[in-house]
């Protein structure tokens, strides 16, 4: 007898696979499809990730009990650095160079990370 494994879908709960399907908007996509470098991609996608988190009506409450504190990083390879996502100004910082708040109120519209 052999048991066939079950797929990704059927093994995740009905929650979670919907908030997987709903977590990017189209005019989002079609932002990182556009952008002038996968860097650029790669940091507005984190970006957007973060965002996303945090209207999650579980992570809000872990947020705003100072349980947890949700943050991007990204791994500039040419610079050897790292970078964080700072959710005030919607920008990627060198890490520990500021302090994000955990408690920043999402942005509405989550400007596009740093081009440099």
Known sequence: MTATPPSVETARP???RRWIKSS????ELEE???AKTPEIAAQRNAALQVEHLMKHPLVAERIAD???RVTA???DIGAGEILEYDRSDGEFHPLGSRTSPPGVPPNPSVPTPNKT
């Open 14 to 16: 009905p929650s979670v």
């Open 24 to 27: 990017f908007r189209p005019a």
């Open 32 to 34: 990182l499809r556009r």
């Open 66 to 68: 100072g349980t947890l």
């Open 73 to 75: 990083w990204f791994y």
